[in-house]
């Protein structure tokens, strides 16, 4: 049997340099974008997908951690309509869905390393998140993927369904979204 994992929130490992390493190895491992032009493109890019959200919004994000207390995944999100949000006035591509994130204004980021997935973990993870999101009073929770991602049947499996989809340059955005309450 697989050891148990812990799921726990950020906060309680955010003054842990150890641990912040290991989600930033989990985050890049995960990430389809493994080059960068030099190593502020590479700080960039990760402050646009996890970096943000552990600064601004920590009390959102929740770690899932090993029996040696390694983390081994995170899922980090924000509770405000992301469309609205100054925080996410970087990313353009968020308008294209602002006539849903009203309905379904938290939005997560999940990560697991490979040795982790298919644990339920990430199962966990979400279910976390769902929970800390409808104590807050959120009517939804959303993920961003695209058309054609493996991790699209691990979002309906979840709870998730498609509520809208858009292209952006030859991708297919796709907005998945659970109601909660
Ligand atoms: C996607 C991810 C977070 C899922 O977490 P996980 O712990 O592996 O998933 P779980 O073990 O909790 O699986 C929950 C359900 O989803 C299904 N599932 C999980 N990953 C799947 C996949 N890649 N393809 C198909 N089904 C999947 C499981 O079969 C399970 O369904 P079931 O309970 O009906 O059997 C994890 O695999 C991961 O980090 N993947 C790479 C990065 C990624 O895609 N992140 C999301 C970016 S939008």
């Not at 290991?22 to 996890?50: G, M, Q």
């Not at 552990?54 to 924000?78: E, M, N, T």
């Not at 409808?134 to 709870?159: C, E, K, Q």
Request: overall charge neutral; aromatic content about 10%; proline content about 6%.
């Amino acid at each position: 049997m697989t050891p148990p994992v812990t799921i726990r929130p950020f906060h309680s490992v955010a003054s842990d340099r150890s641990a912040i390493a290991a989600i930033d190895a989990v985050f890049f491992a995960s990430s389809n974008t493994k080059v960068f032009a030099d190593e502020a493109a590479r700080a960039a890019f990760r402050e646009r997908w996890l970096g943000r959200y552990l600064q601004h919004v920590p009390a959102s994000c929740f770690v899932a951690l090993d029996q040696a207390g390694r983390a081994v995944g995170y899922i980090c999100g924000s509770l405000q309509d992301p469309a609205l949000d100054p925080l996410f006035a970087d990313q353009p591509h968020l308008q294209l869905f602002a006539h849903v994130t009203p309905s379904y204004p938290a939005q997560l980021h999940i990560n697991l390393a490979e040795e982790a997935r298919g644990r339920g973990i990430g199962r966990e993870l979400i279910e976390a998140f769902a929970s800390h999101a409808a104590a807050a009073g959120a009517p939804g929770i959303h993920a961003v993927s695209s058309r054609g991602a493996r991790n699209l049947r691990f979002y309906a499996a979840s709870g998730f369904a498609e509520i809208a989809s858009a292209a952006i340059g030859d991708k297919e955005l796709v907005f998945l979204g659970r109601k909660l309450g």
